[in-house]
């Protein structure tokens, strides 16, 4: 699943899709983007113009955020199969701009021992990219004026399956503006053929990045961990 994720340079990403003229000026950079908080995205109606909204669809109807609990993550395999996610998946795809995202490895603390933190995943060259999803329109979102957006994800590949089952799907800029514009078919068939772990690299963070509304720079910071076995040349990234 994807449960966290960063966007730690917004300007970068705009840099790599020329085409999107208009963003929201408030973006500050990211380091620990949480369910149910405000995110950027870009949706297929209006695909040269990023905008707002909800990560997830909200389970009830309250207005409170913080009451409600978010469906943050469709799988791609059987996102056609159920009727609610083909119907806004055809009709309101979108893109979520990231930079980085964090998984969780299923593994249990010894006795004594507290949780380890997540892995965090990036590019090598740091470059930006964004995750496929679909949105429900602020007009018929249970939370009025906010649209509802939910990350597609996949099966797990390369690194990213070292540490967990699933994984977002990824989409590099030549890709955006296909997966936006193409046909249902078109967008289905990129979401599974993508190289979706080309070029990626993966260290371990600490658990400060499972409190939510933490978000800070030191949450993509490495932290030394003999026990997570990754090479030591990928914890000198920063």
Known sequence: MCGRYTLTNPAKFFEQCPWIISWPQSLTPRYNIAPGQRIMMVAAATSNVATEGH?????????????????????????????????????????????????WPVEKAGRGQANRGPFYFLREDRLPFAFAGFFVPASAAPISGES????????????????????????????????????????????????M??????????????????????????????????????NRLF
Request: glycine residues 6%.
């Open 148 to 195: 509802q957006c939910v990350i597609l994800t996949t099966a797990a590949v390369g690194l990213v399956a070292k540490v967990h089952s699933r994984m977002p799907v990824i989409l590099d800029p030549p890709s955006m503006r296909a997966y936006l514009q193409g046909t249902l078919e078109q967008a289905m068939r990129d979401s599974l053929t993508m190289e």
């Open 55 to 103: 990560w997830g669809l909200s389970s009830g109807f309250s207005k409170d955020t913080k009451a409600v609990r978010w469906m943050i993550n469709a799988r791609r395999e059987t996102v056609l199969q159920k009727p609610m996610f083909q119907h806004w998946f055809g009709t309101h795809r979108c893109l979520v701009p990231a930079d980085g995202f964090y998984e």
């Open 197 to 234: 772990d080309r070029d990626l690299r993966m260290y371990r963070v600490g658990s400060q990045v499972n409190r939510n509304g933490w978000d800070d720079p030191d949450c993509v910071l490495p932290v030394k961990d003999a026990s997570c076995g990754v090479p030591e040349s990928q």
